[in-house]
């Protein structure tokens, strides 16, 4: 296989004559044309002009790039062109408050911060500069960031010649989603995320790759490292068409995927739940009826919504892929869920966190005691440990707090969990937010298994007492009765707290921010972990 370089993919691509086209929910809001789909070689010819402008607005080799727009797929392709002049982008999402990305940017101290107008609207509402050397505005007006520049000053400047690097050499910054306070922006360079994961996505795997017939889409956060291994692994297949969804509101994403029914389909599991409408009775197969792969990462899906999902396919036998990983480390697990997997059985509630078994020949768990980091025996519940090669370089601007993470040759990665006797690895809780004799996440799962009309059950752990479950209804309504009989077997809990959807704070994945809910409802913005008494040498297993 040709060397796969992000910097200059759609070039390589439209020599080979690339079949695949592009579409949009939405046209690109950097695409002069306003253009609905686009080839290859149109992809490759905006890639290489916003190359152009992001030279011509001060970024050069070395320079950290932060890219600060609303949710779309060309903050990929910004990303694609600050690697192509030897830069290094590091998007950001948005959705943050600005103080958040103040202190993102403080840390990154970028060369160029390139932002769209409302990122740079609400910089100015709360007085807030953004930290950079130099600041490239997409659109709006020049005047709410003095000393910007404006898109329409380096539109048409020449590109320089792509830039290559050393596999070694930082890459690309991806930030985690956040659910536990401030993201960590995690460093990844050309070995750990080109050759280690897009690599290995863009080979032929029977079932999981894409294949010249598909019509592949994704509904995702596009600031996320994910977003950038997915996209240069999907188009390098060359698969007919894909898909690309900007706005999750169901009313808006359903046209588009009537209008180009995907054959496999990435979307985030908090975008999944708010689908499954579309999924439903008969005009669930108008939508993904042509769906063989579906495709869901950064956290479980609850079961109901696998099995309504999977139940809207014609396909004979479509499946589910679960992967389980971490912006640190790419993908750990992977699993497949079918029909059967996820169906009822003797009144048994299936569960989604059996996250399966590690990436074969790449990744190796531990599962350990948290206070010493000693192995614990299989099926009982501790600290998963992991290594892979995948792992990326460091945090920017926290390096003391990568070190005490990678504990000798091993990542913690925080979660807790254990390995059942087959090999599996079933993830219970983040280690914060674990309860003793009980797993929160496998309770939600329990919950939304049992009470129809449960969107979202969120069980918080308090200083002391119960766990207190928050539950979001598609109704707003929850009847206690009904609670207390589907609940009746679970660990003790207090009575349920019905918030709205947009109530709960979250991620720009979807999770929600349970520090925070937590800190909000209960006064507790964090538990403290068990505390440490070994070195990082017990952790060399």
């Keep these: 296989m040709k060397r796969l370089d992000v910097a200059t993919l759609f070039d390589t691509l439209a020599d080979r004559h690339s079949p695949t086209t592009a579409y949009f929910s939405r046209p690109l809001d950097i695409d002069p044309g306003a253009a609905a789909a686009l080839g290859v070689a149109d ?48 998007p950001l999402a948005a959705h943050l408050a600005p103080a958040t990305l103040g202190t993102l940017l403080a840390r990154l101290q970028p060369g160029l911060a390139v932002l769209d107008g409302a990122a740079a609207e609400r910089f100015a509402a709360v007085g807030i500069e953004p930290t950079a050397r130099r600041v490239l505005l997409l659109d709006g007006p ?82 996320h490292g994910r977003a950038f291994a997915w996209t240069a692994s999907v188009f390098w297949l060359r698969p007919h068409a894909v898909g690309l969804i900007a706005d999750h509101d169901p009313d808006r994403a359903g046209p588009f995927l009537r209008e180009h029914p995907p054959t496999t389909l990435e979307a985030l599991p908090a975008t999944y739940v708010r689908w499954q409408h579309l999924a439903r009775g008969e005009g669930g197969t108008d939508v993904f009826g042509r769906v063989r792969l579906y495709i869901s990462t950064f956290d479980a899906v609850h079961p109901p919504a696998v099995r309504t999902f999977l139940a809207a396919s014609g396909h004979r036998r479509p499946v589910w892929l679960q992967g389980w990983g ?18 009822e059985a003797g009144g048994r509630s299936p569960t989604t966190r059996d996250l399966g078994r590690p990436v074969p020949g790449r990744t190796r768990l531990s599962v350990v005691d948290p206070a010493t980091l000693r192995p614990v025996p299989r099926g009982r519940p501790g600290l998963i440990l992991a290594r892979t090669p995948a792992l990326g370089l460091g945090y920017v601007g926290e390096p003391e707090r990568w070190a005490a993470k990678a504990p000798g040759r091993w990542w913690n990665t ?43 059950c969120v069980v918080l752990r308090p200083a002391e007492g119960p766990p207190l479950p928050v539950v979001v209804t598609e109704s707003g309504r929850l009847d206690l009765e009904t609670w207390r009989r589907a609940t009746a077997d679970l660990p003790t809990m207090t009575d349920p707290l019905v918030m709205a959807w ?20 209960l006064g507790t913005p964090r538990c403290v972990p068990h505390p440490r008494t070994a070195g990082p040498e017990a952790a060399e297993l």
């Design 326 to 343: 971490q912006s640190e480390t790419g993908p750990l697990t992977f699993r497949l869920l079918t029909r059967a997997s996820v169906a």
């Design 502 to 521: 947009d109530d709960l704070p979250r991620t720009g994945t979807g999770k929600v921010r349970r520090p925070e809910l937590r800190a909000r409802l």
């Design 43 to 90: 992809l490759a010819g905006l890639v290489e002009d916003a190359s152009g402008w992001l030279a011509a607005a001060g970024a050069g080799p070395g320079d950290r790039v932060a890219i600060v727009k609303d949710n779309h797929w060309d903050i990929v392709l910004l990303a694609m062109a600050a690697v192509r002049i030897g830069a290094v982008p590091a």
């Design 414 to 456: 925080e979660d807790i969990g254990m390995k059942t006797r087959t090999g599996s690895v079933r993830v219970l809780d983040r280690e914060i937010d674990s309860v003793p004799g009980m797993s929160c996440v496998e309770v939600e799962d329990v919950v939304d298994d049992r009470i129809p009309g449960v969107l979202e």
């Design 142 to 223: 020049p005047e709410v960031l003095p000393g910007a520049v404006p898109l329409s000053d380096v539109r048409g400047r020449r590109a320089p010649a792509p830039r290559r690097r050393r596999d070694d050499e930082p890459l690309l910054v991806v930030h985690t989603s956040g659910t536990t306070g401030t993201p960590k922006l995690v460093v990844h360079s050309g070995a750990t995320i080109v050759r280690r994961l897009i690599g290995f996505e863009a080979r032929r795997w029977p079932v999981l790759s894409s294949r010249p017939d598909d019509t592949v889409a994704a509904a995702t956060s596009f600031v």
